[in-house]
């Protein structure tokens, strides 16, 4: 079994850019989230994960919108969180715009690092993770979607509907969060699938 950690800067991250996988691999996934949303996002939170299948997730409570600050401690606290949970894969989210996004795939990559530190748990794969509401970079990359994860149409329903659980995130009308499933279909048909999403390989060990 793969142990598979989702990274999630806010509670919807997480159904916004790996619901497809984890509705695919419900028992092999885990998602951290870093920031505290409140009751009412939690709550909505808790709804998307029992769509997808997915156990409770586990919560680093940095605030909102602060992270860039916090920056230290935030890679100690993925640190210790990868030495406790040991996980094959991580994935972390794309640095568009939010900074929050930002700081998560900074602090991620860091924790990620081959380390001196004794203990200091280094995954074999590391991935980026697509977040379709962003449509602007602050700053280039050399990251290019080059995984794709294929998808039943009833794991890109369940992304769909896990999504669709964030009612409070919502804004209504012409957006990605009420085009999952399209979005899915769009990238799949490219790549000859019905559905999938995409991912951009940063490191991958094969054992």
């Given at each position: ?8 800067p806010h509670?919807?991250d997480e159904s ?7 509705a695919?691999y419900?028992g092999e996934?885990q998602?951290?989230?870093?920031t505290?949303s409140?009751?009412a996002?939690a ?5 998307a994960?029992?769509?997808l ?8 409570g940095f605030?909102?919108?602060q992270t860039?600050?916090?920056?230290s401690?935030?890679v100690a606290?993925?640190d210790?969180y990868?030495a406790d949970y040991?996980p094959?894969e991580?994935y972390l ?6 900074q929050?996004?930002?700081?998560v795939?900074?602090a991620?990559?860091?924790a990620?690092r ?11 794969t ?6 379709a509401?962003?449509d ?7 990251l290019r979607w080059?995984?794709f994860e294929?998808?039943?149409?009833g794991?890109a329903?369940?992304k ?6 964030y009612?409070?995130?919502n ?11 399209e ?6 048909h490219v790549?000859?699938v019905?559905?999938?999403e995409?991912y ?8």
């Open positions: 079994m793969t142990r598979r950690l989702i990274i999630a509670m919807d916004l850019g790996c619901g497809g996988l984890l695919k419900p996934c998602v951290l989230v870093v505290d409140g009751p996002r709550a909505e939170h808790r709804q994960l029992e769509i299948g997915v156990g409770p997730s586990a919560a680093l605030d909102d919108g860039p600050a916090e920056m401690r935030l606290a993925i210790d990868l040991r094959d991580v989210p794309f640095p568009s715009l939010h929050d996004h930002i700081a795939y900074e991620g990559m860091r990620c081959i380390s001196m530190t004794p203990g200091h748990w280094v995954p074999r590391v991935l980026v993770y697509d977040i509401v962003y602007l970079n602050l700053y280039p990359s050399d080059n995984v294929a998808l039943t149409e794991q329903d369940r769909a509907q896990a999504c669709a659980a009612a409070s995130e804004p209504g009308g012409a957006h990605p969060m009420n085009s999952i499933k979005i899915a279909a769009t990238v799949g790549r000859l019905p559905y999938a995409q951009a390989l940063v490191r991958q060990v094969r054992v």
